[in-house]
């Protein structure tokens, strides 16, 4: 499960403030093309997983605003066969996924054997943005909140459990935090204001969301620290460098589905034998 990455997060929950990076290392020459190569060796796994549909693969994207979760979906995931991904944006809560359980909405959106499926935003939305605004808890508990004191740990400790229950059930679960600076962030809203073609992206909001980092900062280490595990490891990387993100994360999601033992599906002696038989149908139709 690409566990050499140097944006692994550790599973022994040792990870500092410091150790999240926003910046690129080393020059910015060449990772459209490192990109352009992987994506050319994901199509033949992606056919074998499809084909085998022994596996699914599960990708997480969480990441402030503005840190380019759309466009690396998009950039890494291009040229896959589409009938075979299953994607999923989870904004809001709405009032009937509000009457369930905080992972009930993204279990109804997994991927199928076979499927890649990637989440935009996910069940993390509810040790991330809720803890910053915990008066979003009020639409989840009517009757008064739990304490927040017990509520983020048993959270935690739902998601690992989760997880770990996917994982045996053969679903590959990688889970990617791009993290943003908080000047590059606004050099982005800057961008998204100015021009024409990126203003409808543009949200008044989402700036005033950007001036609670610090809360959400604090909140990123703890959820990174407590869920990263070998069986569903998160991966924070660098986003001030888009080209370079996408194609750290294309690299990342080529090993693990390279480490499948993958194969396309064997007939076996009957079915070997009936398709000789249908094959001699079919020669004997084009004889003149």
């Not at 935090?177 to 908080?182: C, K």
């Amino acid at each position: 499960m690409a566990a050499d990455s140097e944006w692994l997060v550790p599973f022994d929950g040792s990870m500092r403030a410091g150790d999240l990076v926003t910046r690129a290392p080393g020059n910015k020459i060449g990772n459209r093309r490192k990109l352009n190569k992987i994506r050319e060796q994901l199509l033949p796994v992606q056919e074998e997983l499809y084909a085998c549909k022994y596996y699914s693969v599960l990708c997480v994207f969480q990441a402030l605003d503005a840190a380019g979760k759309d466009s690396t979906i998009r950039e890494v995931f291009e040229g896959l066969n589409p009938n075979a991904i299953r994607q999923a944006a989870f904004k809001r809560p709405s009032r009937v996924e509000l009457q369930h359980d905080f992972l009930w909405r993204t279990t109804h959106e997994l991927p199928r054997r076979g499927e890649i499926g990637i989440f935009n935003r996910s069940h993390y939305e509810e040790v991330l943005s809720v803890r910053v605004h915990p008066e979003y808890l009020n639409a989840q508990f009517p009757g008064g909140a739990p304490e927040t004191e017990q509520l983020w740990p048993a959270r935690f400790q739902a998601i690992r459990e989760h997880e770990r229950h996917l994982a045996t059930s053969n679903v590959v679960v990688m889970k990617f935090w791009l993290h943003v600076s908080p000047a590059e962030q606004a050099q982005r809203f800057l961008d998204r204001m100015n021009e024409p073609d990126k203003r409808w992206k543009f949200s008044a909001h989402d700036v005033y969301e950007s001036g609670f980092r610090q809360q959400y900062d604090e909140a990123v280490l703890d959820m990174l620290n407590a869920t990263s595990r070998p069986w569903a490891p998160w991966f924070a990387v660098p986003a001030d460098d888009k080209r370079y993100m996408r194609q750290q994360v294309a690299a990342i999601v080529l090993k693990a589905m390279q480490g499948l033992p993958l194969a396309y599906p064997q007939p076996d002696v009957e079915d070997d034998a009936e398709m000789q038989n249908i094959a001699e149908h079919l020669r004997e139709k084009l004889k003149p």
